[in-house]
């Protein structure tokens, strides 16, 4: 399943990649495309994945925050 999120706190190609890189050791996602304008993440997951658990992960990167968007993307 894919889900899109807002993701706050990045401000260059460098943060792209480290929140890209935390998000892929979350267990069960299987990617993640990270995005700087508009900030966000589509992020594709074995199941579903507390928003929490995301938050907890990218706060070992750096000072981002995650939010989950209101639409989710199914295939």
Known sequence: ?????????????GCVSNVKKALLQVPDVTEAE????????????????DV??????????????IKKNVSNISI
Do not use: R
């Open 1 to 13: 399943m894919k889900k899109e999120y807002t993701i706050q706190g990045m401000s260059c190609g």
């Open 34 to 49: 990270v995005h700087l304008n508009p900030q966000g993440a589509i992020i594709t997951m074995d199941k579903d994945i």
């Open 52 to 65: 929490d658990e995301l938050q907890s992960q990218l706060k070992k990167a750096g000072h981002y925050t």
